[in-house]
């Protein structure tokens, strides 16, 4: 169970095979094994990178706050949040995230409430660079209608 935040880049595969790896030493009760690798889009051409900035110490606390919490609910055997911060430019990956669980739904599960808590309420400030500039990018509405189906209280746009 770990989380980085780090300006630096990573293999979203080799992260995989790591956390694989450690979920086998763990011992034989892990039955499925859940990732998400999210890259930077370059919509069109138009985006020419995404900047996260992030109070570490407090974003880490907020994050693992969730992410453990996340962990006891869906009985996780493990899981692994990467999360870049800094600039990142098209087809970077952004972020990684897994999950292993004795059953693949609680699996599935725990990844997408993970993500989607990382898209709406983890304390990320986001910046689109695009070719006449630069604006800061909130979450989507759709964003917030995925976040809504977990039992916790979700930040909403002012």
Known sequence: MSLTLSPDQFDAASELAAFEAACRGQGLETGGIVSFSGLVRADGGRVTGLELEAYAGFAERQILGMAKACAAQRDLIAWRIRHRIGLIRPAETVV????????????????????????????FWKKSHEADGAHWVDPRPQDYS????WDRPQETTP
């Open 96 to 123: 990684f995230v897994a999950a292993a669980a004795r059953h693949r739904r609680d699996a599935f599960l725990a990844a997408d409430e993970m993500m989607d808590y990382l898209k709406t309420s983890a304390p």
């Open 146 to 149: 995925d976040a809504s189906r």
